[in-house]
């Protein structure tokens, strides 16, 4: 065991990755962590988060216990409570019932103890109060299984993991770009990497991948997802090209899960190519709920009001991306301009305002004014105004007759001043990859683990499909990170005895 310089190599530097590092230095294993971005640009799309994290809490105790909270905020707040059979429920709908059981298990049991095992490494959680609450008769309501996040958002999440993996003794390598496993009979043995730009050959006893799905991959984005997808923006980082999934694919891992699926939101139209670390996650609008989506035609294209935005968003995009010029307006009118948050009132995004809406028509560049206003005309005969417009619950307040109905939270868009915000689909992550155990071990063809190979997050293949409820992604690299560092570290003292 003591003839390798390390026990644990992983590559990949966001949440997983320092979870699955942390989780095996526990174990007593000496850590290693190969992160292909230069250092300010460390921690991968985990830094773009809002660090909104779905886990299981049964009071608001819970939450008390792990968020910053004054007593005003105690008194002001439904927390309420997100049950193991909601997440079940939750994640089994989004995904059409086809995630595999066994990972969504692992996942929905282990999602408490990791956000607990989290401020055990000194992250701070804060209620999301601009992003997933509501607020009716001056009282915050969370409805929807998203209800804190790290402080500081990403960035205060990954710096903390990384303070965290300082004081436990873990090397971190930036610049270090991995190209491919070594493997022989044995299993894997370690990596090949570029790091600094110079070859080097790191030899570990258990490698775990962390490294990212394939989102910032145009071509590989154009081959597994479709069409188009190689003009969608890349909400996070630019590092995440596949290479992970690719290494261990050349060793004989098994493709597996939704690899024509991907988490794609609305995203500001005139966005950057790929993510700007200084707005994070500001270019997201995702409280369409509240207003109306339509294309360039003039026309709706979606139920806007389907669900929670926090159970729709992440599907949404793909239809965005299939709309004439890969783009939407998202309208609003004063009723719910106060509803929409601080992603709605950034400097970098793509507004117009009017007051009047055939105002608003002729500053909606591109779109049929026309058919706009007709469709306005049509949807705000449609809203069923004997229902009360809540926001804290499905209050099925929609819209009938429309060819696309709106679900719930109709509001007729008629009183000025309105605005209207372009988005085009900006793509998050990936849904294929690896299979691995619920021990995290990376399997192969033959449905075999494969010797001293581990992953965690977005490289794991088969939990999510087709869409996908908000806040998985980090307790899902918290969850499997923890378990990969402590399958390869146990799996070195086996070795090592
Ligand atoms: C704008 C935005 C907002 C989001 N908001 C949330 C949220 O609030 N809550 C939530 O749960 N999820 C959110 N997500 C999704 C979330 O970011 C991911 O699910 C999660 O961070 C994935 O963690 P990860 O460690 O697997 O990947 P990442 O954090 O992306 O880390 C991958 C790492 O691998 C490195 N890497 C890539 N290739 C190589 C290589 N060849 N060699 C070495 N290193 C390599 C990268 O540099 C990076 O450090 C958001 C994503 C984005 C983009």
Redesign the pocket.
């Known amino acids: 065991m003591k003839s390798n310089p390390y026990d644990v190599l992983i590559?990949?530097?966001?949440?997983?990755?320092?979870?699955a590092a942390l989780s095996a230095r526990e174990q007593g294993a000496r850590v290693v962590v190969?992160?292909?971005?230069p250092q300010q640009?460390?921690?991968?799309?985990?830094?773009?988060?809002?660090?909104?994290?779905?886990f299981v809490y049964h009071s608001p105790e819970e939450i008390y216990k792990i968020a910053d909270l004054t007593p005003e905020e105690i008194a002001n707040t439904d927390f309420g409570t997100y049950t193991e059979n909601r997440f079940f429920d939750d994640l089994y709908r989004v995904t059409q019932y086809r995630t595999n059981p066994d990972l969504a298990e692992v996942l929905i049991k282990g999602s408490n103890a990791a956000v607990y095992w989290l401020r055990g490494q000194g992250v701070h959680f804060v209620p999301g109060y601009g992003?997933h609450a509501a607020r009716v008769n001056g009282k915050f309501k969370f409805s929807a299984g998203?209800t804190v996040?790290a402080a500081g958002?990403?960035r205060g999440l990954?710096d903390t993991l990384y303070a965290a993996a300082a004081r436990a003794g873990i090397d971190v390598y930036y610049n270090?770009?991995?190209?491919s496993l070594l493997y022989d009979d044995h299993g894997v043995q370690g990596v090949d990497?570029r790091i600094n730009g110079k070859s080097a050959a790191i030899r570990s006893i258990a490698v775990i991948l962390?490294?990212?799905?394939f989102?910032a991959n145009a071509e590989w984005r154009t081959r597994y997802l479709g069409f188009g997808w190689d003009l969608a923006k890349?909400?996070?980082?630019r590092?995440?090209?596949?290479?992970?999934i690719r290494?261990a694919i050349e060793i004989g891992a098994q493709p597996y899960g939704n690899w024509s699926g991907a988490?794609a939101a609305a995203w500001d139209l005139n966005a950057p190519a790929y993510?700007d670390i200084n707005v994070?996650?500001g270019?997201?609008k995702q409280r369409y709920p509240y207003g109306i989506m339509i294309n360039t035609d003039g026309k709706r294209f979606l139920d806007e009001g389907a669900d929670f935005n926090i159970l729709t968003y992440a599907k949404y995009g793909r239809i965005i991306l299939a709309q004439p010029g890969q783009m939407a307006w998202q309208i609003f009118d004063s009723k719910v301009i106060g509803l929409l948050g601080h992603l709605y009132n950034i400097k970098q995004m793509t507004r117009v305002r009017a007051n009047s809406l055939e105002d608003l028509a002729s500053k909606l560049e591109g779109v049929n004014k026309a058919q706009f206003l007709e469709t306005v005309a049509h949807f705000n005969g449609a809203v069923q105004q004997n229902v009360s417009f809540n926001p804290t619950i499905k209050d099925g307040r929609g819209t009938s007759g429309l060819k696309i109905e709106k679900s719930n939270w109709a509001q007729t868009i008629s009183d000025g001043p309105f605005e209207a915000y372009a988005v085009t689909c900006?793509i998050?992550?990936t849904f294929g990859g690896l299979k691995i155990t619920t021990q995290s071990e990376v399997v192969d063809t033959e449905e075999q683990p494969i010797r001293g190979l581990y992953a965690?997050?977005?490289?794991?293949g088969g939990i999510f499909y087709f869409n996908y409820p908000?806040?998985?992604?980090?307790?899902?690299?918290t969850v499997f990170?923890r378990i990969a560092g402590k399958s390869a570290a146990n799996f070195c003292k086996q070795i090592g005895s």
């Open positions: 590559v990949g530097g966001g949440n997983a990755a320092l979870c190969l992160e292909r971005a640009e460390r921690g991968g799309n985990s830094t773009f988060t809002g660090g909104g994290m779905r992003r998203v996040g958002e990403g990954v270090a770009n991995v190209k990497a962390a490294c990212g799905g989102e890349v909400r996070g980082s590092f995440n090209t596949g290479d992970g290494m988490h993510g994070g996650d270019y997201g900006g998050t992550f965690a997050g977005e490289l794991v908000g806040g998985s992604g980090l307790t899902s690299g990170g």
